[in-house]
């Protein structure tokens, strides 16, 4: 084959890949110009949203910049009421009574709950005072002696010597037994302190049964009567205490001899203004219990 001959054979091969190419590019130029046309969408969409939002803020600070002017007027009396502040009213859902009443229970039952378990507790302390019986009379018993304060029978011999001045229809006197030591850091422990402050400080009771401990918790010469001005020949008067150690006592009250030490005494408390009481009611309380003070001398003293 001569030149001439292959130059004619290979012509086509060449238009074929010219063809090739072309379309090649024309394909390629056709993506540019859809992916820069999809590109100039995309930021004009940008723009128009950031456009709106702009116009959006605007807005906004525009009403709210109004609204404050409108209060400020208000609150300076320009104004009465505000046309541009207005209070959006929710709308009203209609329940049936069954839905109010569900929802009423739903939305306090933490309330409701706390309610009734307080009711319950206020029940038991209404009928506890009610059915429990009211003293008589109250006799503080100060000084630790575990013994005489919650194991005689103290609280049923004075009973038997006080008169039913309530008229219940019973006989009784409550001993409030304080376990006073006079060593700060055990009664404070045992916030022993604070209910005997309590007790000496209001007019309940004026009969003290105690030991040397109340020596240190009052002022005797202030607080309690001289007995031996009352009773100067009774041999177990001791200025303001009669001094039970050398009595019945511990015989009338059910225990051994030996829980009653030398130091245990009964007394009684001047009236007098105390901080929860005034004088007269300690006066009234003295003038009821006084009597019976006296029958546990006699009584003693035989």
């Not at 929860?276 to 029958?295: I, L, R």
Request: include cysteine; aromatic fraction near 8%.
């Amino acid at each position: 084959m001569n030149d001439k001959d292959k130059k004619e054979a290979a012509a086509p091969e060449d238009e074929k890949l010219h063809i090739t190419k072309s379309i090649f590019q024309t394909s390629r130029e056709m993506q540019e110009k859809a992916d820069e046309e999809a590109r100039k969408k995309r930021e004009e969409a940008q723009r128009k949203y950031r456009e709106r939002q702009k116009k959006a803020a605007e807005a906004h600070d525009k009403r709210l910049e109004q609204e404050r002017l409108e209060l400020l007027k208000m609150k300076t009396g320009v104004i009465e009421e505000s046309e541009t502040i207005r209070e959006e009213e929710p709308e009203k859902v209609k329940q049936s009574l069954g839905q109010r009443i569900g929802s009423f229970f739903y939305l306090n039952k933490w309330w409701l709950g706390i309610a009734c378990v307080l009711v319950f507790i206020g029940g038991i302390l209404v009928y506890d005072l009610v059915t429990k019986p009211r003293p008589d009379m109250i006799v503080l018993m100060i000084g630790m002696n575990q013994e005489l304060g919650e194991q005689s029978q103290l609280q049923d011999y004075l009973s038997e010597l006080t008169p039913d001045s309530n008229n219940n229809g019973k006989q009784f006197a409550s001993v409030y037994y304080i376990p006073y030591t006079g060593v700060e850091k055990e009664d404070f422990v045992n916030s022993v302190p604070q209910k005997l402050t309590a007790e000496l400080q209001n007019s309940d009771s004026v009969i003290i049964i105690g030991n040397k401990s109340v020596d240190s918790a009052i002022t005797i010469e202030d607080v309690l009567v001289d007995l031996s001005e009352l009773y100067p020949d009774d041999p177990h008067v001791d200025k303001y205490k009669f001094m039970l150690k050398d009595t019945s006592f511990a015989e009338k009250v059910g225990v051994d001899k030996s829980v009653i030490s030398d130091d245990w005494f009964i007394a009684i408390r001047k009236p007098q203004d105390l901080v929860y009481s005034k004088k007269e009611n300690m006066q009234e309380t003295y003038d009821k219990d006084f009597p019976v003070f006296e029958a546990i001398i006699r009584d003693l003293s035989e």
